[in-house]
């Protein structure tokens, strides 16, 4: 049984570029929330999807956007990077119920240069 | 507004010792979930355990324990006869979501470092 998949593994951009990162959810899951942790720092909450649509979202400009398609995946866009972008993007899934943990993947390290 | 603050950067303990990280948090929701989670150097998010506000009883699994003290907002961690495989950074996190797994709150995490 898979887990939750990230795609890729590393990226490298130049300031001012745009970044798509993709995710997979685990099996069985229906929801699927992003995470950005920098260097040293604990995770913070961007947005969450259930049924494609943006159901919570975080303190993140709207530079950050996302998608949910048909299949439960995944995807995070971030435009008009910033040197501060420069973070591990961890994307989480979980079933939209009580009592269903977050599972989440190894992530997607983004430098920007 | 939520806050988890994990004062202790970084934990270092020999191979068998017991260690405990600590985790206080701050919310105004009534309804309210706590977790905590293991990092290994893989970059994954590992899930230990989740606690409701309403349940206070104290958890043990194996080698790990959770005291939840609603009196003092706090919500510590203990690992009993450390091992080596227990490196890796620890986040204590918080949820004030129906579902308890919407928008977590996540402290800055503990560095263990268990030595041989």
């Known amino acids: 049984d898979a887990g939750v998949t990230q795609s890729p593994t590393h990226l490298i951009k130049t300031r001012g570029q745009q970044v798509t990162l993709r995710c997979s959810p685990k099996?069985?899951?229906?929801?699927v929330s992003w995470y950005q942790q920098a260097l040293g720092q604990g995770p913070q909450f961007i947005f969450q999807?259930?049924?494609?649509?943006?159901?919570q979202r975080g303190n993140f400009p709207d530079r950050f956007s996302g998608h949910q398609f048909p299949n439960y995946s995944s995807e995070l866009n971030v435009n008009a990077l910033l040197l501060g972008d420069s973070a591990l993007y961890l994307c989480?899934?979980?079933?939209?119920?009580?009592?269903?943990?977050?599972?989440f993947g190894n992530g997607t390290r983004l430098t920007v240069t | 507004a939520q806050k988890v603050t994990q004062a202790q950067t970084e934990i270092s303990v020999v191979e068998k010792e017991d260690v405990t990280l600590d985790c206080v948090y701050e919310?105004?929701?009534?309804?309210?979930?706590l977790f905590w989670y293991k990092q290994p150097p893989s970059g994954e998010l590992v899930f230990l355990i989740r606690?409701?506000?309403?349940?206070?009883q104290n958890e043990i699994s194996g080698r790990y324990s959770w005291n939840f003290q609603k009196s003092t907002s706090s919500f510590n961690f203990t690992i009993t006869a450390s091992q080596v495989v227990d490196s890796a950074v620890y986040f204590c996190?918080?949820?004030?979501?129906?579902?308890?797994?919407?928008?977590?709150?996540f402290g800055t995490g503990t560095r263990l470092t268990i030595i041989p």
């Open positions: 989480a899934s979980s079933l939209r119920a009580y009592n269903s943990p977050l599972h």
């Open positions: 099996s069985g899951h229906d929801t």
């Open positions: 999807y259930y049924e494609e649509e943006e159901r």
């Open positions: 919310t105004r929701d009534t309804t309210y979930y």
């Open positions: 606690r409701n506000s309403f349940d206070e």
């Open positions: 996190a918080l949820s004030g979501s129906n579902f308890g797994n919407e928008k977590l709150t």
